[in-house]
């Protein structure tokens, strides 16, 4: 079946860096876009960034525009995602998601990711 799993969350204080990663397995990776998603103690899920089957198209979240970069590597089934400069409101638990279509990773939708993974709590200390 198929299976996505988050790891490299953490705590880290404002400022510091952390590379969340995803292994999927079960699935044509390279058929599927993939996207990372949040989500905060009593706030709903929302996007943070997206990237496209080949990795050619990237998205982001105004929020995190600039400071964290979507990457994939479909030889490895792995997409991953660096933040830097982080800052407090970062704090959730971080989700990844695989969607045969792109637009439907580029914001948080009952319809988003046809796959998802168990979530990383990401704790950004100020």
């Known amino acids: 079946q198929v299976q996505l799993v988050e790891s490299g969350g953490g705590l880290v204080q404002a400022g510091g860096s952390l590379r969340l990663s995803c292994a999927a397995s079960?699935?044509?990776?390279?058929?599927?876009?993939m996207g990372w998603f949040r989500q905060a103690p009593g706030k709903e899920r929302e996007f943070v960034a997206a990237i496209s089957w080949t990795g050619a198209g990237t998205w982001y979240a105004d929020s995190v525009k600039g400071r964290f970069t979507v990457s994939r590597d479909n030889a490895k089934n792995t997409v991953s995602l660096r933040m830097n400069s982080l800052k407090p409101e970062d704090t959730a638990v971080y989700y990844c998601?695989?969607?045969?279509?792109?637009?439907?990773?580029?914001?948080?939708?009952?319809?988003?990711?046809?796959?998802w993974g168990q979530g990383t709590q990401v704790t950004v200390s100020s």
């Open positions: 079960g699935l044509t990776f390279s058929d599927y876009a």
């Open positions: 998601a695989a969607d045969t279509s792109a637009s439907r990773l580029r914001v948080y939708s009952s319809d988003s990711g046809d796959y």
